[in-house]
């Protein structure tokens, strides 16, 4: 009779989690979309380069809210400028947001604090000419 205890406990223990578990069966997680832009500055010239803010494919957060491979997104922005306007020398940065609002509201405020030095020029990089592409995984 203990053994039959033991047992019917370990069963509605098993039933009462698997139960707690039932909400989320069958909930699809929703695809987030993810919005970047870059910004590309050097310490020793007054051009910064940015882009527009571009809808980046196929890309979500992961479960900490941080861009997977975000460093590769950098590099693409690097070796554009490097390969087709020939400006080495550049610390590229990516911003990224989910929601394109809130990623035209932070472009507005890194590019508001270039703005304030009157040296700096800001140059536009054409989207035609420059995108954010889904790194490949290795």
């Keep these: 009779m203990k053994y039959v205890k033991i047992l019917f406990v370990v069963t509605l223990m098993g039933a009462m989690c698997s139960c707690a578990s039932l909400p989320f ?4 997680k929703a695809d987030k979309t993810v919005y970047a832009f870059g910004v590309a500055a050097s310490f020793l010239d007054t051009l910064v380069y940015y882009t527009d803010v571009q809808l980046l494919d196929s890309v979500q957060l992961d479960a900490n809210g941080f861009l997977p491979r975000q460093e590769m997104y950098s590099i693409q922005l690097k070796d554009y400028l490097e390969g087709h306007l020939l400006k080495s020398g550049r610390t590229c940065m990516i911003y990224y947001k989910s ?9 507005s405020k890194v590019l508001g604090k270039y703005k304030k030095n009157k040296s700096n020029s800001l140059i536009h990089i054409d989207p035609k000419e420059f995108k954010f592409t889904k790194p490949e995984e290795q």
Excluded: F, L, T, Y
Aim: proline share 0%; charged share 60%; net charge positive.
């Design 25 to 28: 069966v069958g909930k699809k």
């Design 99 to 107: 929601s394109k609002k809130k990623a035209d509201k932070e472009m």
